[in-house]
């Protein structure tokens, strides 16, 4: 059983997101993107939780904004796909999705499973989220480490702090990293395996016209509704005109429904479904 | 009593207040800052509805960005402060707080009090709060005209659509414009003059250190409660460190709690008290 020794807590990947932005100020953690807190905006010049991918990280084209964050930031901590690499990374960020405290896994390592499952149990509004990652392709901040979780809190607008969450987010990384000790000890207690873990399918966007504008809104009776169930005939969008857009796929759980910041990624939900197997 | 016959319509003021933003697409209204909605963001250069002082309008310095925009929309419109200005605007934003329609009234408009306190009426979660402004000199885009409301729907984070409020919003406006012309015509209901209205006091901004860093975010006991009544030892603030910070001043309601925009123009929170002679 490997030890998880050397774990890095990063926030502020987005530099409107600003739960982890204050809590690296807090504890002094690494804030991943100053430029980007600095102005209150996600990006600079572009995401920087799209730059760790292996080929950009390796590359030397284009070294300036976000991508030469990246770089630095692999260079600071161990880099990617080697030894030197960190055991784990704790990204914080948020969203305006009703997420409550959403831990995203990369794999199914049982040791973060376990701690996962753990958190689940003991605080309340917790999802547990599977979005397993080809690690070295993966264009994520976590990925540079040999395990990670990405913490996703809302709901949040962006640019602001809700103080309620700051500090449930800083209990639950308080926590984290406390089972992350009792795992090295062998002293983990034995997580719940009812615990419902969510595994990522696709994701879906908005309706749109020819010139790629959006032509509907999420529906109502699904806004603020995550990993709650999704059946086909259920409303989905509302058109600007009031015109209901009726699900007709599978039955599923979405999850980053409405996040403001994937407007421009072309994604209105991710779509989950119960991973069976973990 | 003037007719109020020239009525026009504003939304996207701010590019990243997405009610307005596509209401305006909806119904070909002023969309006034389509390069700031264009990246989703309050403005490029500079705020656009701080740019509408006559002596900026009628300057011709730094004639480029927001400020071009706004000497465009003010000859698009009619002058400001001249006979061809309209006679009403209705400049259509968004809030992160929870102040559900707020109309601002720029003035004590005996037009403007009656209809929007019919409509605090007929609407739920309607608010009246007047701020009243040295028309010339104010930097809002509404006060191009002789008359104007700012219409603030909230809670929404900035950059994303709540469809419930979309049409809420879409339906005031609707109604506003129908109670003009009922104005015009001399047959306004009578309002219902027991309809609280509020009045602006001043602003606070956080707490901050000698960097201007905010070192306090609004309490968890004040987030949400705009327009409720703020005494004397009730918590407004809440260190990173967890530490309260008590009220320690006048009764009064503030409305504009944690708004995401105002982080950057020192602003926690507006006060506001009873209007007793409106």
């Not at 969203?95 to 996962?116: C, E, V, Y």
Request: hydrophobic letters at 40%.
């Amino acid at each position: 059983m490997e030890a998880i020794n050397n774990v890095i807590i990063c926030g502020g990947t987005h530099g409107n997101e600003l739960t982890g932005v204050y809590l690296a100020k807090k504890h002094n953690w690494i804030l991943a993107n100053p430029a980007a807190a600095a102005v209150c905006r996600r990006y600079v010049n572009r995401d920087l939780n799209r730059c760790f991918a292996l080929t950009e990280l390796n590359g030397n084209e284009n070294n300036f904004g976000e991508l030469a964050r990246a770089r630095e930031i692999n260079a600071l901590l161990g880099k990617k796909g080697t030894d030197t690499a960190p055991d784990l990374i704790l990204d914080i960020h948020n969203t305006t999705a009703n997420m409550g405290i959403t831990l995203i896994l990369s794999s199914k390592d049982p040791a973060l499973l376990g701690i996962s499952k753990l958190i689940a149990t003991e605080f309340k509004d917790v999802h547990i989220y599977l979005q397993p990652e080809s690690r070295g392709e993966s264009p994520y901040l976590g990925t540079i480490a040999k395990r990670d979780i990405c913490i996703e809190a809302g709901p949040q607008p962006h640019g602001t702090l809700d103080a309620e969450l700051f500090f449930k987010v800083e209990s639950v990384v308080f926590r984290l990293v406390e089972l992350v000790g009792a795992w090295n000890n062998g002293n983990l207690p034995k997580p719940d395996n009812k615990i419902e873990i969510f595994k990522e399918m696709r994701s879906i966007d908005y309706p749109r016209d020819e010139q790629g504008n959006i032509i509907a809104m999420v529906h109502p009776a699904l806004q603020g509704r995550d990993f709650c169930e999704l059946k086909a005939g259920m409303p989905v969008f509302m058109g600007f005109d009031g015109k209901e857009i009726l699900w007709q796929g599978e039955n599923c759980y979405p999850a980053f429904i409405n996040e403001a910041a994937y407007y421009e990624k072309g994604m209105a939900m991710s779509l989950a479904a119960p991973a069976m197997d973990a």
